[in-house]
Each structure stands twice: as C-alpha cells, then as structure tokens.
C-alpha cells in the first residue's frame, strides 16, 4: 500500500520485484473518496463521464463501460448475434478470455497460427480457416501490439465476416491505415474491448469497456450490461436477455482519473521498456520485443523470448531459476488449444498450431510496471544474464 500510493518514483530497493503493479496516486484516491461521500454509487455522472472520456480518446461513437474485460467481449459476442455451430477465427496465443467468450455462447472457436516475429494472427493461416460457418474474425493486440488490421479488414469485408477487436491489453496503441493516417487500437473492428484489471495499462479495480462506431452494437451492450433493460424504460422492464455487467461508480471515478493520467503512464511504461531494451542487449539468448513500421506499441507487459529454448520443461526450469533469484516472471501465453476445456470440447492437441507451442516455449514476462525505475530494470537484466548463464553452465 504504501508503494502503491507514492507520488515520486521509487528509489526502493530493487529485490524481490513484481510482476505488474498499479500506478495509483493521491488523485485516484481522492476521486474514489468524493464517489463515497456522494452516496450514488451506480449508474451516475462517472459513469457517463468516463465512458465519454475513452470513446474520444479511441476515436470512436461510443463507450459501453462493464465489470470485466471478459463481460465485454461476451457483450461483444452476443450483440453480433453469434450462436450455436458459428465458426469464429481466432488466436490461440493470447489471454484465454479472448477465446472463452465464443465457448459461452456455444460458437466454435477455430483457431489459425500466429506470426512468429509480430506474435499476432497470420492472415494467410486466417483466410485458410474459413469455412462456410464462419461469421467473425477475433483478432487480438497480444502485449500491446496491434494485429494486421488492414489485412484483417479487407479479408473481412471480402468474406462478409464481422471483426471483433479484443484490444484489451493495448489502450493507447496505434495502427498506420494504407492512407497514412492513424488509428487507435479498438477502433479497428465492428467492436473493440479494454480491460482494466490492475496489471493492466489503466485499471478500474475490475472493470472493461466496450468502443464502436456502431449504434446497434452500443445499444445492445448498453442493454445487455444492465438486465435486458432499455434505456429509459422501466427498472421492471426487460426486453431481452441480460446480465449485470455494470462498473460501479467507485470503478469508473478510479478509471476517470487513470485516463486523465494516461499519457503519462504510457510514457512512463515506454521508458521502463526501453531501459530492458538497453540492459538486455547483448544477453546472448534473450531477444527482445521490437517495434514494427507502422504499428506503434502500448506497453502491457515486457516479454523477451529465450531463443534457445525448445520445450515447456525447459522454459519451466529458467522461470523456476529467475524466482529463486528473485525475480516475478511468468509464461505469457501457454497456447489456449491445450488449456483442458478446449482439449475436451474440440479434441485439440500437441502439434496443432505449431509457431504458437514453439512461442510459447520462449516467452517470458519480466517485472513491468511504471515505478520499476532504471535500477530495478538493471537489477533484473543482471538475474536474467546470471540465470541464462548458470542454465548453460
Ligand atoms: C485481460 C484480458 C482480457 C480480459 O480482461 P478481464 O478484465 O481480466 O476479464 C481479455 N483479453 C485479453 C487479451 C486480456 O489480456
């Protein structure tokens, strides 16, 4: 708690790091405390207020805040219309969210490899996917990186498929359309998702949010969230099928204030990068994440990949040996194909989605957060070098 609320960073002590932490400070708290003495604690002015503030910065109509980034898309999902034996095209290197949401309306989620330098869907493994049961593509901006979107548009317009945009883990990225121009990450399907879990860019506590262009979509999630109900109809009134997705006032004056601090989290969160960029250069077997023309990164996590690494036993036993140093670090992602449900449910195995398990094997989360600090980011570069090297010797 107490490094959680400092106001300057932190000169700590740099051992036994974290894997993310929230940047909240004085402002957030003060924002959370005014809510309370309010007594409107649901469906108020932050609500309105922060839903606004999102949709300009994304560039979009309109904002639909939830409890979760996970309530998002399913809102997603369902407003699209997707149902039972639709095919959806999706990545299997990613959060399991993004997959789960087409298991709870029953659509099959087939999956298509990913690039192996950008991490993101490979659009030829995805036109190779369709089938005539296929409605929708679900494209992710995995760590921040936005997909191929320009290619992901025109395939979807050419094969009449809707886009999601499940942009959870990027607020803040760009992608360069053909024209020059730039578009913010969410913006670039039908629908797009944040999420604000607190390892996330901003958080809410728990909380996500829906953007689009689209008035049907919006309408409908803004219905969904709260009971089935219609804006402006009665408390009683359901004309459909809802949920209680909503974020509580108390979340959304917390968001409000993360926004308005926004560009200075995400620089902050780009300079942390770029100092592992610095201290990581010349490991031998670490290769860092790199920027490409055109898509410009929001910095979720900071993950290097052990090139020499084949095997999950293997990546199992340098994650062991970087915490007994010390350091928090995880695997992001193990595939979703192998996670049980969907080994159960769609029979899927070893081998299927060969460029992801060869990923994955390599992967590693570092410390990420805006208050590491240059020594922290030292400190763990010199875990990671002693690490590799003990593993060799
Ligand atoms: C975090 C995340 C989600 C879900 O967000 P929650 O708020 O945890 O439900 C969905 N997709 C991706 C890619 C994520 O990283």
């Known amino acids: 708690m107490e490094r959680a609320v400092a106001e300057r960073p932190s000169t700590a ?45 994304v560039g979009v109509r309109h904002a639909v805040a939830v409890n979760s980034g996970t309530s998002a898309l399913h809102l997603i999902v369902r407003a699209l219309g997707l149902k039972e034996a639709d095919e959806v095209i999706t990545t299997p290197f990613s959060f399991i969210a993004s997959a789960n949401c087409l298991l709870y309306e029953r659509v099959r989620p087939v999956f298509a490899d990913i690039e192996p330098d950008t991490l993101n869907l490979d659009i030829s493994r995805v036109a190779a996917a369709i089938t005539p049961r296929t409605r929708a593509l679900l494209a992710v901006d995995v760590f921040g990186r936005p997909a191929a979107w320009g290619e992901l548009r025109a395939l979807a317009r050419e094969r009449g498929l809707a886009l999601i945009e499940d942009s959870c883990e990027a607020l803040g990225a760009r992608y360069q359309r053909a024209d020059g121009t730039w578009a913010m ?16 860019q901003i958080t809410t506590g728990e909380g996500g949010m829906i953007v689009t262009d689209r008035d049907d979509l919006a309408a409908l999630c803004r219905s969904m969230r709260n009971q089935g109900r219609d804006e402006g109809a009665g408390w009683l009134q359901h004309a459909r099928l809802g949920y209680n997705y909503r974020l509580s006032e108390v979340n959304c004056a917390l968001g409000l204030v993360q926004m308005q601090r926004l560009d200075e989290i995400l620089a902050a969160r780009r300079q942390v990068a770029q100092w592992y960029e610095e201290a990581l250069a010349g490991i031998p077997g670490v290769e860092t994440p790199q920027a490409r023309p055109g898509k410009e990164i929001s910095w979720f996590v900071y993950v290097v990949r052990v090139t020499g690494c084949t095997s999950r036993e ?46 994955s094997c390599q992967t590693v989360a570092l410390p990420f957060y805006t208050r590491l600090g240059r020594e922290g980011v030292m400190w763990v570069a010199e875990q990671v070098r002693a690490g590799l090297a003990s593993r060799e010797g």
């Open 13 to 57: 002590p740099v051992k036994g790091l974290e894997l993310s932490a929230p940047d909240i400070t004085s402002a957030e708290i003060a924002a959370v405390t005014e809510v309370l003495r309010t007594g409107r604690l649901s469906l108020g002015p932050k609500l309105a207020e922060f839903e606004r503030r999102v949709a300009d910065y």
């Open 314 to 359: 293997e990546l199992e036993t340098i994650l062991t040996g970087l915490r007994a140093r010390g350091v928090a670090c995880s695997n992001y992602f193990p595939p979703i194909h192998l996670q049980p449900p969907y080994r159960t449910a769609f029979g899927y195995g070893e081998g299927d989605f060969p460029v992801t398990e060869a990923v």
């Open 185 to 200: 990450a969410g913006a670039l399907g039908d629908a797009g998702c944040f999420a604000f879990y607190p390892n996330k």
